[in-house]
């Protein structure tokens, strides 16, 4: 049995930072992939970075500003968040599984997730 569980938001100015944590419990091997999505209010869910070893995959949109982290020794994910926006307002939600290359960023492809931790952007 999987369990992730996020840690971290909370309530920032535009321009601040915040660190997300992902602690995971369980069969989480080295080699699963491991993920951060994000669902706003109304909106899908989309995909915010990836990694897996020391390769990592970000979204377009948050590329420069957010960096992905993994320590295996400790099962946990981070991300730092800097530079964030109003538009960065979501529930950010931790992802763990073995997807194919291509589906890095696909949530299809994870069936392993936390609950969440809600980030909130003022402006």
């Known amino acids: 049995q999987v369990q992730l569980v996020e840690s971290g938001g909370g309530l920032v100015q535009a321009g601040g930072s915040l660190r997300l944590s992902c602690a995971a419990s369980?069969?989480?091997?080295?080699?699963?992939?491991m993920a951060w999505f994000r669902q706003a209010p109304g909106k899908e869910r989309e995909f915010v970075a990836a990694?897996?070893?020391?390769?990592?995959v970000y979204a377009h949109s948050v590329k420069g500003r957010f960096t992905i982290s993994r320590d295996n020794a400790k099962n946990t994910v981070s991300l730092q968040m800097n530079s964030l926006k109003p538009e960065d307002t979501a529930v950010y939600l931790c992802?763990?599984?073995?997807?194919?290359?291509?589906?890095?960023?696909?949530?299809?492809?994870?069936?392993?997730w936390g609950q969440g931790t809600q980030v909130t952007v003022s402006s």
């Open positions: 369980g069969r989480i091997l080295s080699t699963y992939v």
């Open positions: 992802a763990a599984d073995t997807p194919p290359i291509m589906g890095w960023s696909m949530e299809k492809f994870y069936n392993h």
């Open positions: 990694i897996r070893w020391g390769d990592t």
